[in-house]
């Protein structure tokens, strides 16, 4: 474990300076004295691309490999057309980075509210495949703009990409107390990758002989959320699978105020990006108003990742104290930060 | 408006003849004296593909063909494998048959019980695409259970497919008293079918001036469905988005004991066909625990796409009235089958 962080910050638009700073305000506070943090700013974003034309050069992924993580606050405004950040950044760098495991903790934490009625226990982790499925732009259209147009998206798994993300997840079931893996997808319907993904999860599981597993499909995954979430310990699915559910389960354990997420290269070959669920928020933004705990909680993410157990455990512990006390204070975005920082 | 109806009824597997049973007992009170109801039975299903190792012939078809509506019960059984009925019968019926408006209302009863907390309003109604999308069975796989496996799978959207069941949702969303129309699809990823949609949505809109349009990633519309269901009141969609939203819709507003869907054909060049949403439950086939609810619903759905509104009106109140008084009683499935038929 080095005891030096070289951390890329893309603050983003909207909302993402001010979770962002809250966020170093509290890695710092974290950060064991003898460790050296050095960070360097980008500009990406709306702004930028507005000014240049430019969401991503070959000249900043290379810069950008030269950090040990990253740290993102949101990236998106409505004065960009839908998708161009979002496919010319966002997704671009999981890409490009090879962000296969795209790690979603959903933990209903004491005194958090949540549209759920009898405040269940929610305790698991989605491993969202983060390269394949129908992301890869992979598709096109022919007579666009016609009666006659026919749009096309082909969503690519592969076995290679699959069982990398599969063993994963089982890694991940096998260090914990319930030890429960459980595959989300469609396979009654998408046979070809539903048979692949079924497949591969199937013989990965030979390996981990302590790990239960279950399969669902998407579609009673998502009702399973909303009445039987404590059934979920590990869950593994697909890319768009992934991106759908786990929007639900943030919303049943606490809402994407509090939703972190880490874009991971286990590999180490590049780096590993850290990042809230929620967007840029721009309706809000600039205000105060912004919750930085997402941002918070990624960052306990960014550390566990580089191997400071213990420090992300702190942040944990401190964000979920914060939360048991908060109930109907509405504290500034700094003053979130600020208590989270004293804790920690 | 015929005064006879020719109907078609599949009870399917499982709980589907105990529910299909009491959907027809309701069928049978509602209906005017002078209205000849013939029904006709079939028997697809896991028994008959066991027997024949068919799911659908050509000659069932011509068959169904004649009849003005069919009454599905449920398709599944995990003695045959994942798929094989769901794409060999009913996904095969709904292509066939043109299927293309999958309708699916979503409306919380009062005294119903919600896994949502604070008893919401909630009343929309989901036009799920039913043709198109990934549920096409298009795609493959090469170099088969090898470590080179490429499976893909690809959703196919035509203009002419989607300008169809946006049409008709502005036309239903138009006939209602809010007259609002949401849009869910994810097209800041999937650009070319993303595009497609927007794009025909926005056009058909300038159609229907007095319904207010919005648009919703799939993604965050499932956080909406727990936060704020009470903001949708017509909603379009994919297929595949549409089979995700609407089991956590039928989730929050009473469960899949009470969801509904009718597989229309809005030209009535082929028979449409009604079912509810839930599936054949093996767990608790033959012992009368199963709500035929959903399958009642569904039988009031048939009779409004057949001409008789104020009959499918009656046994919407008639349900609404017995949910209204159900508490904790555990009836079985004729006593409510009983129950609803004595109150229409
Ligand atoms: C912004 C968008 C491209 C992204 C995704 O779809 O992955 C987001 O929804 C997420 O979940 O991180
Ligand atoms: C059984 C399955 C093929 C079907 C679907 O995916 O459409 C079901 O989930 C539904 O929603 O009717």
Known sequence: MSRRINLAVIPGDGIGQEVV????????AALPQDVKLETQEYDFGAKRYHATGETLTDADVEQLKAHDAILLGAIGDPSVPSGVLERGF????RFLFDHHVNLRPSKLLPGVATPLAGQPEIDFVVVREGTEGPYTGNGGTIRKG????????????????????????????????RKKLTLVHKNNVLAFAGHLWTNVFNEVAKE??????????????TIYLVTDPGRFDVIVT??????????????????????????INPS??????????????????GQ??????????????????????????????????????RGESTRTTEEIGDALAVRV
């Open 90 to 93: 966002l997704l671009k760098l």
């Open 268 to 285: 180490g070959e590049f780096p590993s990006m850290f990042e809230p669920v929620h967007g840029s928020a721009p309706d809000i933004a």
């Open 208 to 221: 981990f002989p302590e790990v239960t597993t279950d399969y669902i499909h998407v579609d009673a995954a």
């Open 288 to 325: 105060g108003k912004a919750d930085p705990t997402a941002t918070v909680l990624s960052v306990a993410l960014l550390l566990r990742h580089l191997g400071y157990e213990a420090e992300a455990a702190r942040i944990e512990e401190a964000v979920a104290a914060d939360l048991g006390e």
């Open 21 to 28: 700073t809250q966020g170093l305000k509290v890695l710092r």
């Open 146 to 177: 016609t009666p006659h147009e026919v749009a096309t998206e082909v969503s690519v798994n592969t076995a290679f990409g699959v069982e990398r993300v599969v063993r994963d997840a089982f890694a991940r079931a096998q260090a914990r107390p």
């Open 238 to 263: 697909d890319n768009l699978f992934g991106d759908i559910i786990t929007d639900l389960a943030a919303a049943v354990s606490g809402g994407i105020g509090v939703a972190a997420s880490g874009n």
